[in-house]
């Protein structure tokens, strides 16, 4: 049973957009980040140094090794722990002048000292990935090429990546994206390989366990089913009041509330997508009426849905300027 593919198979890429930086020591550059999007960096080279914020302290980045920052968050980072830093903002300022499109971003930086040439990107996912799967991540995940065996290929295709962009051949903005999904397919399954699960308590905490990995496997196989705690404590074959007390202490939600959110956050990915009549999103997500669909979702983000659609729609449309997204700002 491979849950976590079940998990990822709905992540979606909506967008990429990359940049290729040249620095030098000493350098130092720091980054509000860009909420909503996944942003993913590596680099040859010398050594170099990353602080997310809400992270555990600055990190030593070795050559190859990548990291991830899974929901934008903002970063300082430098060729030493403690070197001085400019804006991304700053950064772009003094590239020259030219129109701002989709293009990657190729840089230079710093003092003219030992090199690191860094490969970026930045990749907007779609509602249920940023809902499901990214909030429950930490806010830097670091792969190290020593210690896993396929890191050396990770390192190779962001470099792909981010080089393919740069030539801008036909087909490159799709291209970018679906690279973007495999490496964050394989930068978390590294992840979980290492033994890098959670400790606080959720749906990725959850797959550790096998018996209440069946259930969330089975729930997301068939989101819309009845489900009740007595039919998923069948699926994992435990009794229901083990089964209620296993899955609230390591996925940190009662089996109902997970599928309700699960179920939620399938329904911002159509209504986002805005393809599907308000009806049909309801009776996909387990709602037989729109309006007591419409009750839930907005009790789960906030907003009708209605109103979510035209956020979500709007949202994107800001997203006017690429190139300074591509930094990180």
Not at 256 to 265: D, E
Request: proline share 6%; charged share 20%; glycine share 8%.
């Amino acid at each position: 049973m491979d849950v976590l593919s079940e998990v990822l198979a709905i992540c979606r890429a909506e967008r990429a957009v990359t940049a290729r930086f040249h620095l030098s020591a000493p350098w130092g550059l720091h980054s509000n980040g860009v909420a909503g999007s996944a942003m993913i960096r590596m680099a040859r080279g010398a050594p170099w140094w990353i602080e997310a914020a809400g992270g555990n302290g600055p990190v030593r980045v070795e050559p190859g090794d990548l990291v991830m920052m899974p929901l934008g968050a903002a970063h300082r980072m430098g060729s030493t722990a403690d070197a001085p830093t400019v804006s991304f903002a700053q950064l772009l300022t003094q590239r020259t002048p030219g129109a701002r499109d989709e293009a990657p971003l190729d840089l230079r930086h710093g003092g003219g000292g030992e090199g690191c040439e860094m490969f970026s990107a930045l990749l907007w996912f779609s509602a249920y990935c940023r809902h499901s799967v990214l909030s429950a991540l930490p806010p830097l995940i670091h792969v190290r090429a020593s210690e896993l065996s396929t890191a050396a290929v990770l390192a190779a295709s962001m470099e792909t990546l981010v080089t393919e962009t740069l030539d801008q051949r036909p087909g490159w903005r799709l291209s970018a994206s679906r690279m973007g999904e495999l490496l964050l397919i394989n930068i978390l399954r590294g992840h979980l390989l290492r033994g890098a699960a959670p400790a606080e308590a959720n749906w990725w905490r959850g797959l550790s366990d096998p018996a209440i990995a069946r259930a969330i496997s089975a729930m997301h196989r068939d989101p819309a089913r009845s489900w009740t705690v007595e039919t998923l404590a069948r699926e994992a074959a435990m009794s229901r009041s083990r089964f209620s007390d296993r899955f609230k202490a390591l996925v940190g939600d009662t089996p109902m509330g997970y599928l309700g959110n699960h179920r939620m956050a399938l329904a911002a990915e159509q209504l986002e997508a805005g393809h599907l009549p308000l009806a049909q999103v309801a009776q996909g997500a387990g709602y037989e009426s729109d309006k007591v669909f419409a009750r839930a979702f907005r009790r789960w983000s906030g907003l009708p849905p209605t109103a979510y659609a035209k956020r979500e729609v709007a949202r994107r449309a800001a997203m006017t300027d690429p190139q300074r997204a591509a930094a990180g700002n």
